[in-house]
């Protein structure tokens, strides 16, 4: 490693997008490989696994070990409905590394000096979605309790990569929901994608709780897999 | 300021420090940070980031000191409670990892 693959790491991050440093694991010689170049790699097998499961791999090849060291750009947080618990929520998510997007039409609620660190849009969900890639490293969520809001967000994260949803509302208000969607023409199966109500049962009370068991869930699902989640689901109903 | 080891490395690196950073490149069992977590170590021994839970922190520090003013060079290390040095510098937790430690010259 020197000066210049530092000076390198950090521009391509701030570009956001993803690469790997790949190094044999005893030799004092790191490169990073990015974007066309992975496919040409003679190791782009590995590159690939590393980045598209974001870990490092440690791998033996023809004798010799081969550190691939993959840097994503951070899982983005959509958070729908800039109220109170949004306020905890974003704060929290940031210092997890995820980049939080806040999205209300209502100008009362998008004010940025609410969310200072944060990019608002205060626009309705369908127009501030269209700039927005719901890719599978984003997590949206939707707060507003204005169903008129809240579905339009769900419909367009539902018929995205996301790889997480979670709707804030009661068992009843999301029993509601279920049924308006089912209506709309959406099935079961991937209305089960809508963790609702949101968040691990902590029993939270105020914002600054409930904004903890949001991002609690919102962790389960990026780093679990999905058969996991499922367990880790009923093993907390069950406690 | 940022958390971020490698932005901090740089940082030290530009007012002349000799840096080194450890990664961690390897787990076995249960290990407190997953692989690829870094620790950036200036060659005063002031530390930013973790490979460990605070548990390797200190003995990676020490290692990394004694290579850092030689010619830039990589070192490997790994712990665990298999390890003779478990009772001092072992993982609480019963996991092992494996450590690679590379030192980056402010002059190069």
């Avoid at chain 1, 590159?47 to 499961?53: T, V």
């Avoid at chain 1, 929901?177 to 049962?201: M, Q, V």
Wanted: aromatic content about 6%; hydrophobic content about 40%; overall charge neutral.
């Amino acid at each position: 490693m020197d000066k210049a693959l530092l000076e390198k790491i950090i521009k391509n991050k701030n570009k956001k997008i993803s690469f790997c440093l790949i190094s044999q694991a005893d030799i004092n010689e790191t490169v990073l490989v990015k974007n066309k170049e992975i496919d040409k790699h003679q190791f782009s097998e590995f590159i690939k696994k590393a980045i598209n499961e974001d870990r490092l791999i440690l791998e033996e090849i023809n004798g010799k070990e081969w550190i691939f060291n993959p840097f994503n750009p951070p899982a983005k947080l959509i958070i729908v409905g800039a109220v109170h618990v949004a306020q905890s929520l974003s704060i929290i998510a940031e210092n997890a590394d995820f980049e939080v997007t806040i999205i209300d039409p209502r100008e009362a609620f998008a004010a940025q000096e609410r969310f200072p660190n944060n990019k608002v849009i205060c626009a309705w969900p369908d127009d501030a979605f269209k700039e927005i890639d719901l890719d599978n490293r984003t997590a949206v969520v939707t707060l507003t309790h204005e169903p008129n809001l809240d579905d339009i967000a769900l419909k367009n994260s539902l018929n995205s990569n996301c790889f997480y949803i979670g709707a804030l509302g009661s068992k009843k208000t999301h029993k509601k929901r279920i049924d308006r969607f089912i209506e709309a023409g959406f099935n079961n199966k991937t209305l089960k994608r809508i963790n609702g109500p949101i968040g691990l049962p902590i029993n939270a009370q105020t914002p600054q709780e409930i904004a903890i068991s949001i991002m609690a869930e919102i962790i389960s699902s990026l780093r679990f897999q999905k058969e996991s989640i499922e367990e880790l689901r009923e093993n907390w109903k069950n406690r | 300021m940022s958390n971020d080891p490698i932005e901090n490395a740089l940082e030290w690196l530009k007012k002349g420090h000799n840096v080194a950073i450890a990664t961690v490149v390897k787990t076995w069992g249960s290990a407190p940070r997953k692989a690829g977590s870094q620790l950036a170590i200036r060659e005063d021994g002031l530390m930013i980031g973790s490979v460990s839970g605070g548990c390797v922190e200190g003995d990676v520090v020490a290692n990394a000191l004694e290579i850092i003013n030689t010619p830039a060079s990589v070192r490997l290390l790994q712990y665990g409670i298999t390890n003779d040095t478990a009772w001092e510098v072992g993982l609480a937790c019963g996991g092992d990892i494996k450590i690679r430690i590379d030192t980056i010259k402010s002059n190069g």
